[in-house]
């Protein structure tokens, strides 16, 4: 099983592209959320890179909303594993592990000199997304996602801030970039001017929030 606290997933990953860890330059955080940061706190202590997140979330990553009790037990006590990472953390309500941030990012803001900032709240309170502007592509974390190729957003379950999702889904839509990389599955690399296209159709025009993304 690869562990996620102690970013073992996140190693064998830039293993599998060929980079070496020690190339880490920063960690941008899209959110707080355990499947998106549990490595982070290991992964900064490590390589001693900096790390960016939004004020929003900085209260569940730096664990000031972990849950005592019978919740948080149950939390510290469901493994690691698949989907049961996210039920562990929101058990917990926060990161397994508390890291804090070198720099809360700002709307608009460009960080390591190359990444825009785009404030993005709705799945969380302080979801950001990250524009790489030399390749034109948009890590959105969970303010959009792709299955099959094609445009999603993520279930409803998983959206506490509906109103604040659609204009944070429509703001990534707008962008006009080359590529779409979310928090999930593989990224959008055709076609991608077109899925925008029609996923902001659809929310312009009042579409439902899908039940399951
Ligand atoms: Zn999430």
């Keep these: 099983m690869l562990g996620w606290t102690d970013a073992e997933d996140f190693l064998q990953g830039l293993k599998a592209v060929g980079i070496a860890p020690e190339q880490l330059k920063a960690i941008l955080l899209t959110h707080w959320h355990n499947d998106h940061s549990a490595g982070a706190a290991f992964l900064k202590r490590k390589f001693d890179v900096p790390v960016y997140y939004g004020a929003g979330d900085e209260p569940f990553l730096t664990r000031q909303t972990a849950t005592q009790g019978i919740r948080g037990w149950l939390g510290k006590h469901v493994p690691e594993e698949g989907v049961l990472v996210l039920l562990r953390g929101l058990l917990e309500e926060a990161a397994p592990e508390a890291v804090s941030a070198n720099h809360l990012v700002i709307d608009g803001e460009i960080i390591e000199g190359c990444f825009r900032v785009l404030a993005t709240p709705g799945h969380t309170?302080?979801?950001?997304?990250?524009?790489?502007?030399p390749t034109r592509s948009l890590f959105c974390g969970d303010a959009l996602a792709v299955v099959a190729?094609?445009?999603?957003l993520m279930a409803r379950p998983v959206t506490p801030d509906l109103p604040a999702a659609r204009a944070s889904?429509?703001?990534?839509?707008?962008?006009?970039?080359?590529?779409?990389?979310?928090?999930?599955?593989?990224?959008?690399?055709?076609?991608?001017?077109?899925?925008?296209?029609?996923l902001g159709k659809y929310l312009e025009g009042g579409g439902r929030w899908p039940l399951l993304g």
């Design 149 to 152: 190729n094609r445009l999603r």
């Design 169 to 198: 889904a429509l703001r990534c839509l707008r962008e006009e970039v080359e590529f779409i990389c979310p928090g999930h599955r593989g990224p959008l690399v055709e076609n991608v001017r077109e899925e925008c296209l029609q």
């Design 125 to 133: 309170g302080g979801h950001a997304a990250f524009v790489h502007e």
